[in-house]
């Protein structure tokens, strides 16, 4: 079974504007044998971008800390919490990207043997397998 991580705009693609999704990540998703996550660090990233000037391609409910979580786990998508091995790593990765949320998205991608579904080609860098 492949094992695949959505990074933060994959998160918010799927559930709020699938039309923007990638055509090889709508291909993906499609698989039925494929184990699916999302990190927490995800959602921490969310609530500091809409603490600022918030997303432009889509509006966000004020719940959308429970909503998006609810829908999430509606299709068994799984969350990854942080770990502290995750912690660890970020201090050896190269600084290919400056990104704290994308940093944490590609340890957990690399420990967990995850291929990452968006569309940010610096992911290409860290050797993660990546899909859009």
């Not at 698989?31 to 600022?52: C, H, N, P, R, T």
């Not at 786990?73 to 994308?102: N, S, T, Y």
Request: charged fraction near 25%; aromatic fraction near 10%; hydrophobic fraction near 45%.
């Amino acid at each position: 079974m492949e094992r695949c991580l959505l990074d933060t705009m994959a998160v918010l693609w799927m559930a709020l504007r699938p039309d923007l999704l990638g055509k090889g990540a709508v291909r993906k998703l499609a698989d039925s044998d494929l184990f699916l996550a999302y990190s927490v660090v995800s959602l921490w990233e969310i609530g500091i971008k809409m603490a600022g000037k918030g997303y432009h391609d889509f509006e966000l409910p004020d719940d959308w800390d429970v909503s998006l979580a609810e829908q999430l786990d509606a299709q068994e998508i799984v969350r990854l919490e942080i770990e502290p091995g995750h912690c660890r790593m970020i201090q050896d990765l190269p600084f290919h990207h400056r990104d704290p949320f994308d940093r944490m998205i590609i340890v957990q991608a690399l420990q967990g043997n995850f291929t990452v579904i968006g569309s940010d080609k610096v992911f290409d860098d860290y050797g993660v397998g990546r899909v859009w």
